[in-house]
């Protein structure tokens, strides 16, 4: 049993100790913002932040979440947040949606680390998140979009 938070929300889960995080956000609390893409962290589509971090769900076992805090993009809040996801309706980031919700949770990691970041940090932060579109340059473009509004 793992007792951990979800947005915010206290949660307990009767699962085995190895269930990957992305299959009880999924499963248990019906948050399928979160997605499956590889399944071996290779794709970044299943990203959440474990405890302020990015993650990979797929590869976090429930056994070690035991009072660890966890944001899916359904629970993203923040300036940060609010300016990436308006970044990204604006420069028209989306095409098939597969990778989105792993893109802006990475995104708004970054920000929060890196308030102006250049292209390198944006490609060092970015990296293994997989876009099977190749949106790569407007993903650029909406995490400067958003430095710049954050900036004011």
Avoid at 22 to 32: I, Y
Avoid at 48 to 67: E, F, I, K, N, Y
Wanted: proline share 4%; with cysteine.
């Amino acid at each position: 049993m793992a007792s951990f938070t979800v947005n915010g929300k206290s949660v307990t889960l009767d699962v085995d100790d190895d269930t990957p995080l992305l299959w009880a956000l999924r499963d248990e609390l019906r948050l399928t913002g979160t997605k499956f893409g590889c399944g071996i962290a290779q794709c970044g589509a299943c990203t959440v932040m474990l405890d302020g971090a990015p993650v990979r769900s797929c590869q976090t076992q429930v056994g070690t979440l035991d009072g660890a805090e966890i944001t899916t993009i359904e629970g993203l809040d923040g300036p940060e947040a609010k300016a990436v996801q308006d970044a990204w309706t604006a420069i028209d980031v989306p095409q098939c949606g597969w990778c989105q919700s792993g893109q802006v949770m990475s995104a708004t990691a970054l920000l929060r680390d890196t308030p102006k970041p250049s292209d390198a940090d944006i490609d060092n932060a970015m990296w293994g998140n997989v876009c099977r579109c190749a949106t790569y340059t407007r993903i650029r473009a909406a995490i400067h979009d958003a430095a710049d509004t954050l900036e004011g």
